[in-house]
């Protein structure tokens, strides 16, 4: 059976200070992968997805970064954190050509 | 462009009610649908989904949803609702033009209180 997997669950960083957060997902092969961003009453934002390794399409434009350096692996970046950037980000992924998206456990960002 | 609207920001009911949490979607062609739940703190778990065929849908957890183009609407229901179904709620519709890409636009959530 196919996991994903979050690091880290939570994270607390000053403004203007890096971020690196990492998705894996086991169990299967050449999947689709997706970041998102949750913030209180907005639902989930798409911000990056990826249909193969080094082929990342952003959403939106921001002060984040992704970048798929595995086939399974897919890490969310910053080089300076903004106020903004607090929430909860979610990885999800799909099979290629699928519609299902099964998402991760999560990673709750606070930045102060 | 897709779109998802959940009317009901917040829903409150009685353990052992029934539940119908409401979803309408803007979508040009025969739309992917999906319903999602997520407990406090953690990731979202699919509830089901729709595709073709059969509108009316069963899901896990006693969940059903039935699709209704002429309303385009998404609806999820339960008969009797349980104090661990308390959770927030999101209702996505998917492009579904089979392509490698299957992203999917969200609702802005329920937030589902049961009362005991």
Redesign the interface.
């Known amino acids: 059976s196919q996991t994903i997997h979050q690091w880290p669950a939570t994270l607390v960083q000053p403004v203007g200070s890096p971020l690196s957060l990492e998705c894996t997902v086991e169990g299967t092969s050449n999947p689709n992968l997706y970041w998102y961003r949750q913030a209180a009453g907005r639902g989930l934002q798409l911000l990056f997805y990826s249909v193969g390794i080094g082929q990342i399409s952003s959403e939106v434009p921001q002060n984040l970064s992704a970048s798929r350096p595995q086939d399974r692996q897919f890490i969310l970046s910053s080089k300076k954190l903004l106020l903004s950037d607090s929430g909860f980000y979610l990885c999800a992924w799909s099979r290629q050509g699928g519609e299902t998206q099964y998402f991760g456990p999560g990673t709750r960002l606070l930045v102060l | 462009a897709q779109s998802v609207t959940q009317p009901d920001?917040h829903i409150t009911v009685s353990e052992g009610a029934s539940l119908e949490l409401r979803c309408n979607y803007s979508y040009g062609a025969t739309p992917?649908l999906?319903w999602?739940v997520q407990s406090p703190?953690?990731?979202?778990?699919?509830l089901l989904?729709y595709?073709s065929g059969d509108t009316l849908v069963q899901g896990i957890k006693g969940f059903e949803a039935e699709f209704k183009r002429s309303q385009s609407s998404f609806n999820l229901r339960k008969p009797s609702v349980h104090w661990s179904d308390a959770a927030e709620y999101?209702c996505a519709v998917?492009a579904?033009y089979?392509?490698?890409?299957?992203?999917?636009i969200?609702?802005?959530?329920t937030k589902l209180s049961v009362k005991p």
């Open positions: 920001i992917y999906f999602y703190g953690q990731g979202l778990q699919l989904k595709f999101f998917g579904g089979g392509g490698s890409q299957g992203n999917l969200f609702g802005k959530g």
